[in-house]
């Protein structure tokens, strides 16, 4: 089957494997053949060579029914999302904690959920197509329940259920104190997709403490590039993404992306679209971006939204598709740092997302461009508002 047109499948398989379907399209239709296209992103392969990954992407959609408290949370066959965030990772635990934490609903990976119902009752949730049932699998695997029970109760497959143990299994490894946070644990744990705070939160620590132990232990990650082609063939597309692979710790010989001397701006995007932030703001980045080319500043987008404009590997000079978290956010400012000068960042056209961040942008000595953080806490914090009102004596 082949539908000749551009949908919202078409537009994710195109940010998951960077392979310009919409403009291959276009070309196609007014009478060229693929073999007579070049690939974009290699320069040397033709348009018929099929996109090949090397990595694990992961989509997840975004709901909101929360927001309407009278609608039942089920998933059925009309569309009840109101965003998605996608993530990439070179494993399916590290690709799918790195989706959930981008989903900004207030997860860090695959968390625990409240649970106060019975052993009956849990297994009718199990039942159900709800939006946190991949939650629900988690808490089922963690009170021990077999992997082909859930699947018989959930119908999916076995290697999802699998991969998910790996999770919740790790995690118990985490919880005993006994064990020591060393080296290689924290390799193994990072490889599956736990965020430092994620791990803090199961040790019973701060994220701070976690960072300095992995700092000084020195493992940080590595940042891989989409190339539609698996490293086959040579690549100079700057569209990528970050990974812990187990060995490249030592070195970053495993890294691709390779700071220029330039001078440059990053810039954060809004994250998945929702109630209240949708897709005004993702063009304010967009037009950010193409004024910062225009003054010979190099751009760098940050976001992990597969909707926007912001997430083709054109729009800027660079593209890291990420979750838009501190620590994401600032192992990227830490990689642009080390060669060319980091002009600052820019985190007043993502809407609420960023403006999250600038305290720890602030604290890490990265400097805010445009709008001072104490300038926006000033304007969302009701309380120094109505005394800044009183003291200019403005009613």
């Given at each position: 089957e082949m539908n000749p047109r551009v949908s919202r499948s078409s537009a994710l398989a195109s940010k998951a494997t960077g392979f310009p379907i919409a403009k291959i399209a276009a070309k196609l239709a007014v009478g060229f053949t693929l073999d007579e296209l070049t690939n974009d992103i290699t320069k040397t392969t033709p348009a018929s060579f099929e996109p090949t990954i090397d990595y694990i992407v992961t989509k997840i959609p975004r709901f909101a029914f929360e927001k309407f408290p009278g609608t039942e949370p089920l998933l059925t066959t009309s569309m009840k999302s109101v965003g998605e965030a996608m993530s990439i990772g070179r494993t399916f635990p590290e690709s799918l904690q790195k989706a959930l934490r981008s989903m900004e609903t207030g997860f860090n990976g695959l968390d625990k959920i409240k649970?106060?119902?019975s052993k009956r009752k849990n297994f009718h949730l199990l039942k159900q197509n709800s939006p946190d049932k991949i939650f629900r699998i988690a808490q089922a695997l963690r009170?021990?329940?077999s992997i082909?029970?859930?699947?018989?109760?959930?119908?999916?497959?076995?290697w999802f259920i699998e991969q998910l143990k790996i999770i919740t299994d790790t995690e118990k490894i985490l919880k005993n104190k006994k064990i020591p946070l060393n080296r290689?644990?924290?390799i193994r744990v990072k490889s599956l997709g736990f965020s430092d705070k994620k791990i803090a939160?199961?040790?019973g620590s701060e994220e701070k403490i976690v960072k300095k132990l992995r700092e000084r232990l020195k493992v940080s990650p590595i940042f891989k590039r989409v190339d539609t082609c698996a490293s086959e063939f040579p690549s100079t597309t700057s569209y990528m993404y970050s990974t812990y692979e187990e060995n490249a710790f030592s070195q970053i010989k495993g890294c691709e992306s390779k700071p220029s001397q330039k001078k440059k701006v990053i810039?954060?995007?809004g994250g998945p679209n929702r109630i209240g932030q949708g897709i005004e703001f993702d063009y304010c980045c967009v037009h950010a971006s193409y004024a910062l080319k225009q003054i010979g500043i190099e751009s760098i987008m940050v976001n992990c939204n597969p909707e926007t404009v912001s997430t083709d590997y054109d729009t800027s000079d660079k593209l890291y598709f990420e979750p838009l978290t501190e620590e994401d956010v600032l192992e990227i400012a830490k990689k642009e740092k080390s060669k060319g000068t980091?002009?600052?960042i820019i985190v007043q056209f993502g809407g609420q997302t960023p403006l999250k961040l600038c305290k720890a942008l602030k604290e890490s000595k990265i400097p805010i461009l445009g709008t001072s953080p104490d300038a926006i806490d000033l304007a969302e914090d009701r309380k120094r508002f109505k005394e800044l009102l009183l003291k200019i004596n403005l009613k």
């Open positions: 649970n106060n119902f009170s021990g329940l082909e029970k859930i699947q018989q109760i959930t119908k999916y497959d076995k290689e644990l924290l939160e199961i040790r810039i954060l995007g980091l002009l600052g």
